[in-house]
């Protein structure tokens, strides 16, 4: 299968800088580490537990310091910049582009943001100040205000020399900006256009103002979602006035997108995005424990509930045999309808208007598929115990079972939601409880009623 | 939380049109739709169940069809196919670009394939030909072959000049390669270069030689990774002997990014990245009930244990009531572990280099955790039955429970991955069905030790 042969490279490379470490040789690691861009080597520093990690981080050339802090996880970078001296920090980050320093500059100690603020020219220095005036999450965050503008009422000629005396361009540039006299943005015009067109051309003529801009308060969200559903490369960011701001550039939109895919499967875990493969043993412990501690609780209400049928429990063996079946299997109906409601809420495509239409769709399927495994369940149970109603009693409560489940798949993210908590981190553990709940009182409440009467 | 604020502009479009759909006025809802990118028609359209869908897919400027049946899952697509007749999707899909072509075509009718490759001009077909020569997910499927080049021994004017007669630029240029006599691939200059330099430099020393050329049959997986680790916008593509045949952009690599990421939560349901929200009922329960099948028979698994101490849960029936418990916290413990290994696992961060550094971690976080919570339990259920050594019984298999669940977490997923079985897909089961095992047998086999002597 296609997972079983991604990365190999990255893996590889860990193997042989492992085996290096391990033979204690430092030459080598360095040389190894040193033909990776800077992303690579976040990757590895990440996969790396902290003795390993900090040998590597010292033998990374400090011309890449910074880029590679840029690409690595919030918990990673901590221990990283915790390995360094601020002089060491302040030369990495310095060099950094406004958004990826915009990106840094939180996690930095005080006393080396003031270093860096003053190791700045002052253009820069005003522009990081700008972009760290947006909220974090905005446009405003991930865009960069080094963009290269031109005015409408000229040609192309006139550009063409405007740009050879500028010399080079900001990386990444596939568009001009064209602004007004109060530098408004009007509309664009690409590289390639002024390419292939004759010297002689208004920039008028070649303008297109299709591309819509940003506004700097934009969610970094809509940004991404933006940017992935129009195939956009670059976009433009303007204030209230439409004043132009800075340009947004899909490689740091590729994170958010990312990390927003990632973040049902993290989530449904407790966990987040940005843990360290390697956090510190304590500090992952006491993270994960809330979690543990969360479902502890649904899991001493679900034995509440088989508590009430201690009676029935002591008559019949086999109900204590079989309950955790019908439970379980809710809780896998459950799941799928979860998943693909959480994640067709995350792409804004449930709403009010289909809600009707996939509770339906939903609870035929559960139905479907409720009646179905009642029948082999509940001739499974008929044979093993020789005891026909009891197999009646659990396809009964498997039934039940699977359809509050599709039940509750499609209510329970949409209900979270509603009350602002997000179902992606909530929803397995609510859902999970209705489907072992309803599971054991299906199953015990009617084997009480029928088989104990 | 951020989660509930996203999107809302497509929930929002959402209920607009299914408010004009219901009221049964079409004019507003064809306006409505036709002010929508295809991506985002792709996205409304991948929303709505199947009658309305028909409706509103009629409606979408035919113009657009081509870019939407682009932009929607494999699913959809199909059902979007069913709703044409050949000619309209002959129409629909003759002038999209020829990667975007080559995704689609294996989901058209053999005739209409035909059709359209009799529609292209020749040089087109013959590219198409070649494109679709490429295994799936390979590089070759992604590349577009419709690249500019020029040769190295020119120089600036020489090159403008010829962009200048050539006119339009493909969509998305940003380098131009520079190719040998015989095609072979040498290096790129960026449009910015040329724009930024004199008439007469040479083409030769503007060559940027970094940008490395993938090979045509390296695996979509490898490229996505590479883009999103580099921050490509763009990259070459060419054969064994080193000829330019291509080039791979990154819009095109944003949608393997997410699916990638996307990957992991769905598969954990055991579902696909493709399925349709509102695939017909009967398919959807099909697919579905090979999962449920799968998990009751890990579910009777369970009970089988259990039924191996029928006499134990005969004689105190504290031990059913709290049984589900040790299982739970197991399950929960494990997938922890788990999820965040199969994440490692995709981005080639875990491997035989880091893997006895990560058992270490894990066992170190599931070792305090579960005595932690085994102390919690212990007490709860001494109170809650007045019986201190039930309450020790449950402690104890707690303990074992969550160790044994963080070495399931690092080792199933590994284990699958040896077998050559995608993780994310069963690490899940797997690793449910082994806390489940290890839960009960756990419990029941420590009362049976202790309280039955």
Same mark, same amino acid.
């Given at each position: 299968m296609a997972e079983a042969v991604r990365h190999d490279k990255t893996s590889h490379q860990l193997r042989l800088l492992s085996d290096a470490l391990e033979s204690g040789r430092l030459g080598p690691v360095k040389r190894l580490v040193n033909t990776l861009s800077p992303a690579e080597i976040g990757n590895l520093l990440e996969s790396l537990p902290p003795g390993k990690r900090v040998i590597v981080w010292g033998l990374v050339d400090p011309d890449d310091d910074g880029e590679v802090l840029v690409h690595?996880?919030?918990?990673?970078?901590?221990?990283?910049?915790?390995?360094?001296?601020?002089?060491?920090?302040?030369?990495?980050?310095?060099?950094?582009?406004?958004?990826?320093?915009?990106?840094?500059?939180?996690?930095l100690p005080e006393a080396v943001i003031e270093q860096v603020l003053k190791s700045m020219d002052r253009d820069n220095r005003e522009r990081l100040e700008q972009v760290l005036s947006y909220p974090e999450d905005t446009a405003g965050r991930l865009m960069n205000p080094d963009v290269v503008?031109?005015?409408?009422?000229?040609?192309?000629?006139?550009?063409?020399?405007?740009?050879r005396l500028r010399g080079e361009l900001p990386e990444h540039t596939d568009y001009l900006y064209v602004v007004s006299r109060r530098h408004q943005y009007l509309g664009r015009i690409s590289l390639a256009q002024l390419l292939t067109h004759e010297a002689g051309t208004p920039i008028n003529q070649l303008l297109?103002?299709?591309?819509?801009?940003?506004?700097?308060?934009?969610?970094?969200?809509?940004?991404?979602?933006?940017?992935?559903?129009?195939?956009?490369?670059?976009?433009p960011v303007v204030d209230d006035n439409h004043v132009l701001l800075g340009r947004i550039t899909i490689d740091d939109?590729?994170?958010? *997108?990312?990390?927003?895919?990632?973040?049902?499967?993290?989530? !449904? $875990?407790?966990?987040?995005?940005?843990?360290? &493969?390697?956090s510190p043993v304590p500090r992952a412990a006491r993270r994960r424990a809330i979690w543990l501690g969360i479902n502890l609780?649904?899991?001493?209400?679900a034995s509440w509930v088989i508590g009430r049928f201690e009676g029935a429990l002591e008559r019949i063996v086999a109900l204590a045999v079989l309950m955790p079946i019908?439970?379980?299997?809710?809780?896998v109906a459950g799941t799928q309808t979860l998943t693909l409601m959480v994640r067709g809420l995350a792409m804004g495509q449930v709403g009010s208007g289909n809600l009707r239409a996939l509770l339906a769709k939903e609870l035929s399927v559960g139905l479907l598929n409720g009646v179905a495994w009642a029948i082999v369940v509940g001739v499974v149970a008929a044979i093993w115990f020789q005891d026909i109603?009891?197999?009646?009693? *659990?396809?009964?409560?498997?039934?039940?079972?699977?359809?509050? !489940? $599709?039940?509750?798949?499609?209510?329970?993210? &949409?209900?979270?939601?509603?009350?602002?908590?997000?179902?992606?981190?909530?929803?397995?553990?609510?859902?999970?409880?209705?489907?072992?709940?309803?599971?054991?009182?299906?199953?015990?409440?009617?084997?009480?009623?029928?088989?104990?009467r």
């Open positions: 690595v996880g919030d918990e990673v970078r901590e221990s990283l910049l915790a390995a360094m001296d601020p002089d060491e920090i302040v030369a990495a980050v310095e060099d950094l582009d406004i958004d990826d320093l915009a990106d840094l500059v939180e996690d503008t031109v005015r409408a009422d000229t040609t192309v000629d006139v550009v063409l020399r405007y740009l297109d103002d299709e591309q819509p801009a940003f506004d700097v308060d934009e969610s970094a969200n809509e940004v991404a979602r933006q940017f992935s559903d129009r195939d956009w490369l670059s976009a939109v590729v994170d958010i *997108i990312r990390d927003r895919a990632e973040h049902q499967a993290l989530g !449904a $875990a407790g966990l987040d995005e940005d843990e360290d &493969l390697f609780a649904t899991a001493f209400l019908v439970a379980s299997m809710g809780g109603p009891l197999g009646a009693v *659990i396809a009964g409560a498997m039934a039940i079972n699977l359809a509050v !489940a $599709a039940f509750a798949g499609v209510m329970v993210p &949409l209900t979270l939601r509603r009350m602002n908590i997000d179902p992606a981190l909530a929803g397995g553990v609510v859902l999970t409880t209705v489907t072992d709940v309803i599971g054991f009182l299906s199953f015990l409440g009617l084997a009480t009623l029928v088989l104990l």
